[in-house]
């Protein structure tokens, strides 16, 4: 007989129900009693709510709130709490600025490894929404095999980082809509994220032990590639786009983002040039007309002619040849 999970504890806080004078106060005893805990703007009133699902062995939280800055250190960490926070970013953004060359930017979607006894200053932009595990130190330190450290958790870098990113956003949920589940249903599946941070953190320190393993610089210059990526893909049709527009897009400077392609073996312009054909390609495929200077304006080509050339030199074909070409093969399958 499988045994009964432990029950657990889920609990609410929000900074609506106090007085603003003391939300900063209660913020700090609620939420964050390992830190030290700063809105952005003096007087700035705090907006923030939490959600936390207390476990015997972890527990899991998921908060949002108003810009603000949190430092870190062991002066703040009371020895029965000395946790390492596994922190998925669902919105919002995160700067973290700690010892030389740990300088780390996370956007949503981004899953980090953070150390509350390491010295840090983490600066939480507005609507930032956090969701975490918080695991014994101790325990991560010997599942990893080393010490643990701040540090982005990239899939290239940890192969099963994606699946413990999507657990922790299911739970976050759940943890939200109170009523699905009761105590031992959120027990059961605490302990069951509680597994699969230990195998993902057993998994990194494997692979840390190969020779492919990225370093530091390597998994932000992924970090800004992605992120650039996704901005480009948002923002492609605009005829004004260029590195710098791209760099403030991705959270990064110019030259930290020319890296970032680099690193890849590309250009920023050349890849931004490619995702822009790659659509243009999509478009004339799934059209049955086809006019060029409307299809390259709204692809963020400003002159059709420039257009068509670029298109001729990646794929071979003019626009128009291509679609001729792709309906034509259509209509014959269909016959």
């Known amino acids: 007989m499988t045994p009964t999970p432990a029950s657990c504890v889920l609990e609410h806080w929000s900074s609506s129900e106090v007085d603003p004078a003391i939300r900063l106060d209660y ?3 609620v939420a964050h009693n390992w830190v030290d805990v700063q809105p952005l703007s003096p007087g700035e009133e705090l907006d923030a709510s939490w959600s936390l699902l207390r476990g015997q062995a972890s527990f899991f939280g998921t908060k949002r709130s108003t810009a603000y800055e949190m430092r870190t250190g062991p002066q703040h960490v009371p020895p029965a709490e000395d ?23 996370a956007t949503a979607g981004m899953l980090g490894m ?40 990239l899939p290239q870098r940890c192969a099963l980082a994606p699946m413990l990113a999507s657990q922790l956003g299911h739970l976050a949920l759940l943890v939200r809509q109170p009523g699905q589940l009761d105590n031992v249903e959120y027990g059961g599946v605490l302990d069951a994220t509680r597994a699969l941070a230990l195998l ?14 990225p370093d530091l610089h390597e998994c932000l210059h992924a970090g800004r590639h992605a992120a650039a990526l996704h901005f480009m893909e948002q923002q492609a049709h605009r005829h004004d786009l260029d590195a710098a527009s791209i760099a403030r897009g991705a959270g990064c400077s ?62 071979g074909l003019s626009p128009t040849e291509w679609h001729q070409r792709t309906h034509t093969d259509t209509h014959h399958e269909q016959s």
């Open 254 to 315: 110019r030259t930290r983002l020319y890296e970032a392609f680099a690193a890849q073996g590309q250009t920023v312009m050349g890849a931004l040039r490619e995702l822009r054909l790659q659509r243009a390609r999509r478009g004339i495929e799934q059209s049955a007309r086809l006019h060029v200077g409307g299809l390259a304006w709204r692809c963020g080509f400003a002159d059709a002619s420039g257009f068509s050339k670029l298109f001729r030199a990646r794929f």
């Open 114 to 153: 953070y150390v509350p006894e390491q010295e840090g200053c983490y600066r939480w932009g507005a609507g930032a929404r956090q969701t975490y595990l918080a695991l014994p130190r101790r325990l991560v330190w010997d599942t990893l095999g080393h010490k643990p450290e701040n540090t982005l958790l």
């Open 83 to 105: 946790m390492v926070v596994l922190s998925l970013l669902q919105a919002g953004e995160m700067r973290l600025n700690a010892a030389p060359g740990e300088h780390q930017h």
């Open 200 to 213: 993902m953190l057993r998994n990194l320190g494997r692979q840390g032990l190969g020779a492919d393993l």
């Open 27 to 29: 913020w700090r005893d």
